[in-house]
């Protein structure tokens, strides 16, 4: 099993940036892509980025191409999203999400308890 446990969520301004982390725990021998979901109230959950826990390519959804990025500290089981730019419609509950070997990073294996950003206009 593995444990995930966001922490960095906030309100902010828009165009600000704001950062939000995730711990991984647990069996992360078994981890392959590492990634963020989000969903906003009234929405389902979408895709948001991930990338491979060994390094590799990254994948982002369209409309945060360019102002969000991904990246992860393997010494501290640790990924993580820097968001710049932020609108108002980036407000939503976001989420870590992990993938083992074999599955797709599109329908993970493991979630947290997820961490609130709001985007003030």
């Known amino acids: 099993q593995v444990q995930l446990v966001e922490s960095g969520g906030g309100l902010v301004q828009a165009g600000g940036s704001l950062r939000v982390s995730c711990a991984a725990s647990g069996s992360t021998f078994s981890i392959y892509l590492m990634g963020w979901f989000r969903q906003a109230p009234g929405k389902e959950r979408e895709f948001v980025a991930a990338?491979?826990?060994?390094?590799?390519?990254?994948y982002y959804q369209d409309s945060v191409k360019g102002r969000f990025t991904i990246s992860r500290d393997n010494a501290k089981n640790t990924v993580y999203l820097q968001m710049n730019s932020l609108k108002p419609e980036d407000t939503a509950v976001y989420y870590c999400a992990a993938t083992r070997l074999g599955g797709s990073y599109l329908n993970p294996h493991y979630w947290g308890q997820g961490t609130q950003v709001t985007v003030s206009s």
């Open positions: 990338c491979s826990w060994s390094g590799g390519p990254t």
